[in-house]
């Protein structure tokens, strides 16, 4: 089955810096790649998603890249603010979205 | 909409109890997913569902844990005997049925946080 790997695990820095989450995939057969944002006791949210016959997306600060050759897929996030402060999880998914396998999520803290 | 909801947000049983969680889904959606997350395991699929019917149940981890939909606006996940090792937040999401990939987001309830001593 789909293995999804995520780094770095946490993540510092620095308000105004970028930040990077890189995640890498197993099956070749995923076409749907979403990251889910999570802040402190609260429930996973959909931020980006990207699918397999596009390389790149942008939604304002947040932009997703993909390479299926390589099967890996980044979260950038440019700017960073304090709210941005959450663990982000990559996901992938070779139904359309249905049988979802995540990352193990990265902690990012950005400091002001 | 009011969203996932999922019932009670905590529980805190003993070891041996039968637990029941609920979960309503968004009103039109008609796939609905349960996860569990654990800080040593992370997010896992334990079971979703398409119109009502069980599709994969590959992550229930093991006979003590049952989940059933019996319609379109209810599912239950049981766990009987409960142990201290299923203490973790379990989540419900749906999804819409749209065919087109602007459906494919899955939308989270808060979760129910479970304790078993």
Partial sequence: ?112 | DAGVIQSPRHEVTEMGQEVTLRCKPISGHNSLFWYRQTMMRGLELLIYFNNNVPIDDSGMPEDRFSAKMPNASFSTLKIQPSEPRDSAVYFCASRHPGAGWAYNEQFFGPGTRLTVL
């Avoid at chain 1, 770095?8 to 989450?21: C, H, K, M, R, Y």
């Avoid at chain 1, 982000?88 to 998914?93: G, K």
């Avoid at chain 1, 139904?95 to 999520?105: Q, R, S």
């Fill in chain 1, 1 to 112: 089955g789909e293995n999804v790997e995520q780094h770095p695990s946490t993540l510092s820095v620095q308000e105004g810096d970028s930040a990077v989450i890189k995640c890498t995939y197993s099956d070749s057969a995923s076409n749907y790649f979403p990251w889910y944002k999570q802040e402190l006791g609260k429930r996973p949210q959909l931020i980006i998603d990207i699918r397999s016959n596009v390389g790149e997306k942008k939604d304002q600060r947040i932009a997703v890249t993909l390479n299926k050759t390589a099967k890996h897929f980044s979260l950038h996030i440019t700017e960073t603010q304090p709210e941005d402060s959450a663990v982000y999880f990559c996901a992938a998914s070779a139904e359309y979205g249905n049988k979802l396998v995540f990352g193990a999520g990265t902690i990012l803290r950005v400091k002001s």
